[in-house]
Every structure is written in structure tokens, then in C-alpha cells.
């Protein structure tokens, strides 16, 4: 008996040690399997790119060519009438060019720094997608843990009005209760089957939206121990200084800003003067007929300063400045977006919580109040079959509004460390 007490509580600890474990199991399939994210993860090795484009202004270009020709002259007379010999002529050149900017009015720096902070968004971008992806896992993996205990609540509520109709059956024929108190027992039995089977139909739902968020097999539990313990700020000027500090969304506006900047910057440098030199080196072979070798080396410099390109250079700038104008604007609205949201975030985990507690005293009245309802009935006291039904139909009511309400309380945490930017499964694992 020891022996299998003790293997009974080792079986229970196990259940919620591994109830834990399976949200980080499945957010990391979600994690490194998502569609969405690796998509976003090769976009990001694309944008580093760029670093590598912008440099290549500061760096010498090089370049061979080479060619051969081949020409005939015939019927070739002089001046005075005199036949000259055919001439055959197969030539080959060689040239090496170096090429090397010298000035082009900042467009190499500016492109350089743009680059770089093209890589920071992206990066945050991905920041983004990833508490996005890691939210939806979240709620799907509650959402199905909560139609699993609504199947089971209803499932338990058929059990129940199957004995009821059983026993008022057996009543009715002892005259102890009429006709139609049975009727009403049986009526309720069959809008207990109906409400399970519409929960059963949800469930499935669920789990086909879980499995196409997760890219895992769903859970064949309802994994009751559902809470997590995560670290979240105490107050609401707590979730507003993390919220503007590390939020990906504001972040991006902000880095977008500073491109349009950029951007700026090098259509500015498109009205300056640029400063190029040029080396190049040429072999010739059968250069001509009087001529066989030939050796050429050139040094070129080059300054350049567009006037007027037909006004294209300067409305081109002009649309910058509008496009920075524009992102300036945007970014003021993120900022307010931001704090909204971070506001609603925290009041919807406050109301949550106190719903989740209110729901839990709710249960425990319905529970008290349907076992003293059922024996009074039970016992032929004033008690009716409606009566009956009524505590039981509370009863149920009660415990799934309780399922919807925790799942909400968990749910509600995430997504409040999602407005703050810190919604990453390194967090959670340490939590």
C-alpha cells in the first residue's frame, strides 16, 4: 500500500512537472519551424548584405579587358597610282583599369551608416515577428487547454442528467415525482449531449489552429497545472518605462526616422562635386603595320559637379525631405500607439485577474449550492427537478466560466510582456 501511494504522488509530481515543461516544448517548435519567422530570418542575412554593397564605395574597383582583331587591306594604290602591296594585321590589347573614388559628397559615408541601421530594424523586426509568433503560441496552446476542461465539464454535466433521468425514472414509477418532472430531466439531458458535442467540435478547432501555429502535434491532455511563473513589472509606470525603451515597434519608427535622414544626406550628395582617379595599363601586339609593340600607362583624375539635370536631382531631395517629414510624423503616432496599447495591456491583466478570482468564489458558491440543492432533492424535500437542473446548469456555467478566466489570467501576462519587448523565450525559460 506504502509502495503505491508513494508511485501515485511521484506520477502526480511528474504530470506537473512535465505540464510546464510542454509550453516551452511547444513554443520552441514554434520557434524554429514557424514559416513566418524563417522567412524573416533570411530577409535579416539579405539586409547584412548591404554593409558589404556600401562599403565596396570606399574600396578601388579593377577591371581587365582584352581583345584581338583582325583586318585585311587590299587593291591598296599610292597616290600616284602605284600598286601597294595587301596588308594582313592580327592585333591583341590587354588593359588593366583601376578605379578609385575619391570624393563623391559623403554618399559612401552616409550609405555606409544607412546600412547599418537598416540591419539594426531588421533585426528588430525580427525581435517583432517572433513575439508575435511566440503570442499566437501561447494562446493557442491555452485556448486548447481550456476547450479540453470545457469538454470535460460537459462531458461530466451528460454523466450527471444520465443518472438523474435513471433515478427520476425509478421515482416516477413510485409516484414520488410526476411525469413531468421527468420530462424536464430528460429535456435537460438532451441539451447537456448538445452542448458536448458543440464542445467536442470546438476542441477540434482549437487544435487545428494550435498545430498550424506551433507546427507540433497538439496535447492529448488539459494539462491542469496551467499557471507560469514570469517576472512582470509591479505598476504601471514600471510597464510604461520598459514599454518606450525596449518596445521592437516604437524602435523600428524610430530607426526608420533616422534612415529617411540618411536617405537625405545622399540625395544631398547627388548636387556635389565627386573626385575620381583612374590607372589603367594597355599592351598592344601588332599595333599596326609599321608598329608592333605598344605599352600604354594612364593616370586620369577625374572632378565631376552636376548643374542642373533637369530638375530631377533637386526634386529628388525635395522627396526625401518629405519621405523624413512623413517618417518624423509617423514615429510621434507609434510613440502614442505604443502607450496606448501598454496602458490597455496592463488594465486588461488587472481586470483579468480580479475576473479569475471572482470566478473562483463563483465555482465554489455553485458547488456548495448544487451538493445542498441535490441532497434536499434526493431526500423528497421541497426541492424540485428545476431546481435541480438550475444548480447544475450554474454549476457548469461557473466552472467553464472559471476555465476562460484563467486561461485569460495567463494569457494576459504574455501579451503584457509582449507591449514591453520582453516576450522571448530566453525570459520565459529563466521564469
Do not use: C
Request: no cysteine; charged share 25%; net charge neutral.
Amino acid at each position: 500500500m506504502k509502495f503505491f501511494l508513494i508511485l501515485i504522488i511521484f506520477l502526480f509530481n511528474f504530470s506537473l512537472k512535465t505540464s510546464a515543461k510542454d509550453l516551452i516544448f511547444f513554443l520552441e517548435s514554434s520557434f524554429k519551424n514557424n514559416p513566418k519567422l524563417n522567412a524573416q530570418r533570411k530577409n535579416l542575412e539579405a539586409v547584412k548584405e548591404n554593409i558589404n554593397i556600401s562599403r565596396s564605395e570606399f574600396l578601388p574597383s579593377v577591371s581587365l579587358s582584352g581583345d584581338i582583331k583582325s583586318s585585311e587591306s587590299s587593291n591598296r594604290t599610292n597616290q600616284s597610282g602605284g600598286t601597294l602591296n595587301d596588308t594582313s594585321i592580327n592585333s591583341e590589347s590587354k588593359t588593366i583599369s583601376v578605379d578609385q573614388k575619391i570624393f563623391k559628397g559623403f554618399k559612401g559615408y552616409n550609405s555606409f551608416k544607412m546600412s547599418k541601421l537598416e540591419v539594426n530594424q531588421e533585426n528588430l523586426k525580427l525581435l517583432e515577428a517572433e513575439q508575435e509568433v511566440m503570442l499566437n503560441s501561447v494562446n493557442a496552446y491555452y485556448d486548447l487547454i481550456y476547450k479540453y476542461k470545457s469538454r470535460k465539464f460537459n462531458l461530466e454535466n451528460v454523466d450527471l442528467f444520465e443518472r438523474q433521468v435513471e433515478s427520476d425514472s425509478t421515482r416516477m414509477q413510485k409516484g414520488e415525482i410526476t411525469l413531468t418532472d421527468l420530462a424536464q430531466s430528460e429535456s435537460s439531458l438532451a441539451a447537456a449531449k448538445a452542448s458536448f458535442i458543440s464542445s467536442k467540435t470546438e476542441l477540434l478547432s482549437a487544435k487545428a489552429n494550435f498545430e498550424r501555429i506551433t507546427s507540433a502535434t497538439a496535447p492529448e491532455t488539459d494539462n491542469s497545472n496551467l499557471d507560469v511563473d514570469i517576472n512582470l513589472p509591479k505598476n504601471l509606470s514600471e510597464v510604461l518605462a520598459l514599454s518606450e525603451k525596449n518596445s521592437p515597434k516604437l524602435l523600428i519608427a524610430q530607426l526608420e526616422y533616422e534612415i529617411s535622414k540618411k536617405k537625405v544626406n545622399i540625395e544631398k550628395s547627388h548636387l556635389s562635386p565627386s573626385a575620381s582617379i583612374n590607372y589603367s595599363k594597355t599592351e598592344n601586339h601588332d599595333f599596326s603595320s609599321t608598329i608592333d609593340d605598344v605599352d600604354e600607362e594612364t593616370v586620369k583624375a577625374t572632378i565631376t559637379w552636376p548643374i542642373i539635370k533637369g530638375g530631377e536631382n533637386y526634386s529628388s531631395l525635395k522627396k526625401a525631405k518629405f519621405k523624413r517629414d512623413r517618417s518624423n510624423l509617423l514615429l510621434e503616432n507609434t510613440q502614442n500607439e505604443v502607450k496606448t496599447n501598454t496602458i490597455n495591456a496592463w488594465s486588461a491583466y488587472q481586470a483579468a485577474f480580479s475576473v479569475f478570482e471572482a470566478t473562483k468564489a463563483q465555482v465554489r458558491a455553485a458547488e456548495i449550492a448544487n451538493e445542498g440543492i441535490t441532497l434536499e432533492y434526493d431526500s423528497g424535500n421541497t426541492r424540485t427537478t428545476l431546481d435541480v437542473i438550475q444548480s447544475r446548469s450554474l454549476l457548469l456555467n461557473a466552472k467553464i466560466d472559471n476555465a476562460k478566466a484563467e486561461r485569460d489570467y495567463i494569457t494576459s501576462k504574455f501579451k503584457l510582456l509582449e507591449v514591453v519587448g520582453k516576450l522571448t523565450l530566453a525570459n520565459i525559460k529563466k521564469s
